[in-house]
């Protein structure tokens, strides 16, 4: 250590500061290996029973199920129609993996109370129905006076 007290903190040795050096590289292989750990988690079924709760389909009705499901399915092809526009695997991952994962789960979850139910998923979701709308306001006269 006697040697070391006389060096500037961008003279020790192992530690190469700049293009190239020995932080750099240890950042890089870190981002890498998180990259590879994210990629891989996606397809856990631990990560997936993480982000979406099984028995939250249990009460639900095979219409709401089927919706579910339905929902799942096309959120599921718009996450891999975005993937696939950016074509950069690293910002694949890091933008749309978990909402990626979110959405399996959800179909998987629904697929499963769906025959667990006996519901057949071919079928359409229910309507959603609208409140009615109220009537418009009249509109006032320009001289303010009501008709």
């Not at 903190?9 to 192992?14: V, Y």
């Not at 709760?53 to 718009?78: H, I, N, Q, T």
């Not at 690293?90 to 139910?117: S, V």
Request: glycine share 8%.
């Amino acid at each position: 250590m006697a040697g070391l007290a006389g060096m500037r903190c961008d003279e020790r040795p192992g530690r190469v500061l700049g293009r190239g050096g020995v932080m750099a590289r240890n950042v890089a292989a870190a981002l890498v290996a998180g990259l590879l750990v994210a990629g891989c988690a996606v397809d856990s079924p631990t990560l997936q029973s993480s982000l979406v709760m099984r028995s939250g389909y249990d009460p639900l009705s095979c219409p709401e199920v089927v919706a579910k499901f339905k929902a799942a399915e096309a959120r599921m092809k718009e996450l891999a129609a975005l993937m696939e526009k950016s074509g950069n695997p690293i910002a694949n991952a890091l933008a749309y993996d978990t909402e990626y994962a979110t959405a399996r789960a959800n179909k998987r979850y629904a697929e499963q109370a769906a025959e667990k139910k006996g519901c057949d998923l071919a079928a359409k979701p229910p309507a959603t129905q609208t409140p009615p709308q109220p009537p418009p306001a009249p509109a006032a006269q320009p001289d303010g006076k009501k008709q």
